[in-house]
């Protein structure tokens, strides 16, 4: 058996990551998490955040604003809204994106968990910085 896991990020329009990894740290609704070559199968949702591959002493780091995960047989696949590589992390898209949650949260009509999601997306830019 191979020692790592193959893990493949999916958004609407493309494959945008496939790579044989060690292990990647996620941010799932119920808290980060790291996952290795042989965790348990499961399925959970991301909420807004970094997800960071590892290879030995490389990683590459990403930012999503939320999806689903699906861990199985060492095959971690992640379906993405929104992604974006470390290299884009000062991009204009991802500050339009920003602005558009900071906007969302004007609407005096928007639930509870559109506030909370929207104010992740923004708490989680502004991380990104640091």
């Known amino acids: 058996m191979a020692d790592n896991i193959h893990l493949e990020i999916v958004t609407p329009k493309q ?7 060690d292990s990647v740290v996620v941010s799932g609704i119920e808290g980060d998490m790291e996952i290795f070559k042989d965790h348990i199968s499961l399925i959970t949702f991301l909420k807004a955040g970094k997800i960071i591959a590892k290879s030995g002493n490389d990683s590459d780091t990403f930012f999503s ?15 993405l809204d929104n992604f974006f590589a470390s290299t884009e992390f ?15 949260l004007n609407n005096k009509e928007i639930s509870d968990e559109e506030i909370y ?3 992740q997306i923004i708490e989680q830019i502004n991380n990104l910085k640091s």
Do not use: R, W
């Open 15 to 21: 494959v945008a990551y496939s790579k044989a990894v």
């Open 90 to 104: 000062q991009s204009e898209e991802l500050l339009k994106l920003k602005k558009k949650a900071e906007n969302k």
């Open 117 to 119: 999601l929207n104010n």
């Open 65 to 79: 604003t939320g999806g689903t995960v699906e861990f199985s047989n060492n095959k971690l696949s992640i379906l």
